[in-house]
């Protein structure tokens, strides 16, 4: 069989993470082409990164968006498909990846389903409300997906036809609750930052109604409940968010 001719580019943007990025780039032996973006590392994460590419840019990014834009700039594939440190491409969506790019026409994105892991733990119901996803745009072809500029969770502008993929992304999103709490203290700072920066962090009545909202939607319409407790506390953290970005940006400063 002859050699595609039809180039695929992974980007993985991370920091610090030296105990997740061997495994993430070792998924990605399928691919053309790889590229690591390093923002702000002080581990061992350079290191790891060049056993695998010598495509590796590093910098300071004080915003996500533009950190993300920047690994999506340096991609010379005719597809490319994003990961974070934390998840991993098993063998059967890698497959799917390299078939579905053989045929597909540009521009075009493609939403690629999530198995989130907490610990050893499966969580595939309850995601949403900016705390997780179940699915999202992961492989587009070049200028077909855009970052916005925000610290934490940028919006993204998406040019082409809309597709899916059928199998998932595994993702290592937490290690056990602990780490779950950890993470919503560091999207909370992030986001009350961005809050501050717009001049506009709402009312406290606005976002206590988000809080029941949003608990609403993870637990109840995306069935969290089928999850027993992480279902439970996904749906908490997730109403949890604006409500304590909003309380740190109005009770706190830099």
């Given at each position: 069989?002859?050699?595609?001719?039809?180039?695929?580019?992974?980007?993985?943007?991370?920091?610090?993470?030296?105990?997740?990025?061997?495994?993430?780039?070792?998924?990605?032996?399928?691919?053309?082409?790889?590229?690591?973006?390093?923002?702000?590392?002080?581990?061992?994460?350079?290191?790891?990164?060049?056993?695998?590419?010598?495509?590796?840019?590093?910098?300071?990014?004080?915003?996500?968006?533009?950190?993300?834009?920047?690994?999506?700039?340096?991609?010379?594939?005719?597809?490319?498909?994003?990961?974070?440190?934390?998840?991993?491409?098993?063998?059967?969506?890698?497959?799917?990846?390299?078939?579905?790019?053989?045929?597909?026409?540009?521009?075009?994105?493609?939403?690629?389903?999530?198995?989130?892991?907490?610990?050893?733990?499966?969580?595939?119901?309850?995601?949403g409300?900016?705390?997780?996803?179940?699915?999202?745009?992961?492989?587009?072809?070049?200028?077909?997906?855009?970052?916005?500029?925000?610290?934490?969770?940028?919006?993204?502008?998406?040019?082409?036809?809309r597709?899916?993929?059928?199998?998932?992304?595994?993702?290592?999103?937490?290690?056990?609750?602990?780490?779950?709490?950890?993470?919503?203290?560091?999207?909370?700072?992030?986001?009350?930052?961005?809050?501050?920066?717009?001049?506009?962090?709402?009312?406290?009545?606005?976002?206590?109604r988000?809080?029941y909202?949003?608990?609403?939607?993870?637990?109840?319409?995306?069935?969290?409940?089928?999850?027993?407790?992480?279902?439970?506390?996904?749906?908490?953290?997730?109403?949890?968010?604006?409500?304590i970005?909003?309380?740190?940006?109005?009770?706190?400063?830099?």
């Amino acid at each position: 069989m002859a050699p595609s001719q039809v180039r695929l580019s992974a980007v993985v943007v991370a920091r610090n993470e030296e105990a997740q990025l061997d495994d993430c780039l070792a998924c990605l032996a399928f691919a053309d082409e790889i590229v690591v973006v390093l923002d702000r590392s002080t581990d061992r994460s350079a290191e790891i990164a060049r056993r695998h590419t010598d495509k590796v840019i590093e910098g300071a990014w004080e915003l996500e968006g533009p950190r993300r834009n920047t690994a999506l700039d340096a991609a010379t594939g005719d597809w490319i498909l994003e990961l974070d440190a934390d998840e991993r491409v098993p063998a059967e969506l890698a497959a799917e990846i390299r078939a579905t790019i053989e045929t597909a026409s540009a521009p075009a994105f493609y939403l690629i389903p999530f198995d989130n892991y907490i610990g050893r733990t499966r969580v595939r119901y309850g995601w949403g409300g900016s705390w997780g996803v179940s699915a999202t745009v992961r492989l587009s072809s070049p200028g077909a997906k855009r970052w916005g500029n925000d610290r934490v969770h940028p919006g993204v502008t998406l040019k082409g036809d809309r597709r899916w993929l059928t199998h998932r992304i595994d993702h290592y999103v937490d290690r056990d609750i602990s780490d779950m709490i950890h993470r919503l203290d560091r999207y909370t700072e992030a986001r009350a930052r961005d809050l501050r920066d717009s001049g506009n962090i709402g009312t406290l009545p606005g976002n206590i109604r988000r809080f029941y909202g949003r608990f609403f939607k993870c637990y109840i319409m995306r069935k969290g409940y089928r999850e027993g407790g992480y279902g439970f506390l996904n749906a908490l953290f997730a109403g949890l968010f604006p409500l304590i970005s909003h309380l740190k940006a109005r009770l706190e400063r830099d």
